[in-house]
């Protein structure tokens, strides 16, 4: 399955955040890796939206449309906040 | 940051198609007026989304090809298979209407103020961005040096390739073909690999910033050789596309 990147769920996380997340910083709960969400790895084509860690593949958010409605699962984070500088990422 | 400026909601708007030009056999680049536009950055991309009569809808992102303050428009390839690329490169005309929301996406912006040299790689329609990236820094004035590097199947699937060559003297455009090479061709040949990167790519104690768009596979493996060439992964800004 091919996967993509948080830059392709840019428009759905705007819609769930309401702001541009693309290069907010999340925190893996799994390992405690911390990069922009942009780099993480995304799964469009399942039963809803599924973000994994780009360094151990746990998943860290997965959200799914019900009835219209976004339910967004995060318990995969430990943090998503905004960036910290350009050098900080990654 | 200088280009944080405060957006409002992402909503769903309905643009009016002002253009539609013919790029490749199987890429168009369609230009789209659009009356409550925020305004956009180089490498920023929107959703656009197409309903059925039944209601059914699909959805699918595609970078924005021009600079800031010029007007939107998008490239799209044709996917075969596809949903939506099929209808956008056959069927829109100008004067038809076009749902979409954005701007989205500043991870993969470049401004000026973000320096340089500059290391543009390009796989496919992976260079769309990447072109709005040149197109600003050129509108801007910028004398940031930069290079493209422009990995296509073959010479006719080139998108841009008039423009392209017109930056070179400016910029450093570089292409590889990877399914078949034209007589006399002179260019690189082949998938990027190792070799050809560290002939292109600045080198990492030069401090270059790198954007990368392409296909999945192609964008993981190139930014793979330039951290092995000692870019930071913060300095390889990536983006992958693919599927239907």
């Known amino acids: 399955m091919v996967t993509l990147d948080g830059n392709a769920i840019g428009g759905l996380l705007h819609e769930v955040f309401g702001a541009d997340m693309t290069d907010a910083e999340a925190t893996c709960a799994t390992c405690g890796a911390t990069g922009p969400v942009a780099e993480t790895v995304v799964y469009l084509r399942g039963p809803g939206t599924v973000v994994r860690c780009r360094s151990c593949s746990g998943v860290l958010m997965v959200i799914s449309q019900i009835r219209g409605v976004n339910c967004v699962d995060v318990r995969g984070l430990t943090t998503l906040g905004p960036h910290q500088g350009a050098d900080a990422a990654g | 940051m200088a280009r944080a400026a405060v957006r409002g909601r992402l909503t769903w708007q309905v643009a009016r198609v002002s253009s539609v030009t013919r790029e490749t056999d199987s890429v168009c680049t369609i230009g789209l007026e659009v009356p409550d536009w925020a305004g956009h950055q180089a490498g920023e991309h929107l959703d656009v989304r197409l309903t ?4 059914y809808t699909a959805e699918r992102s595609y970078s924005i090809a021009t600079a800031d303050g010029e007007p939107v428009a998008i490239t799209v390839e044709r996917l075969e298979d596809g949903e939506v690329s099929p209808y956008l490169t056959g069927e829109l005309r100008a004067g038809d209407q076009l749902e979409l929301r954005g701007p989205i996406g500043r991870w993969f912006v470049w401004d000026t103020s973000d320096g340089g040299p500059l290391l543009l790689i390009a796989g496919g329609s992976g260079v769309v961005p990447l072109r709005a ?7 801007s004035g910028s004398e940031v040096p930069v290079r493209l590097l422009y990995s296509s199947r073959t010479l006719a699937d ?4 008039h423009e392209l060559d017109q930056y070179r ?3 450093e455009v570089s292409y590889t073909l990877t399914r078949s090479q034209p007589p006399g061709w002179t260019g690189y040949s082949g998938r990027v690999d190792a070799a050809m990167l560290s002939e292109i790519a600045w080198p990492a104690s030069q401090h270059p ?5 392409g296909p999945t596979r192609f964008v993981e493996t190139v930014a793979e050789k330039l951290v092995a060439l000692g870019y930071p992964a913060s300095r390889v800004k990536t983006e992958r596309f693919g599927g239907t």
């Open chain 2, 52 to 55: 059925a009569e039944d209601g």
């Open chain 2, 133 to 139: 990236i040149l197109r600003h820094r050129q509108r």
């Open chain 2, 158 to 161: 080139v998108i841009y390739h």
């Open chain 2, 169 to 171: 003297g400016d910029a």
């Open chain 2, 209 to 213: 910033l790198a954007f990368v768009c």
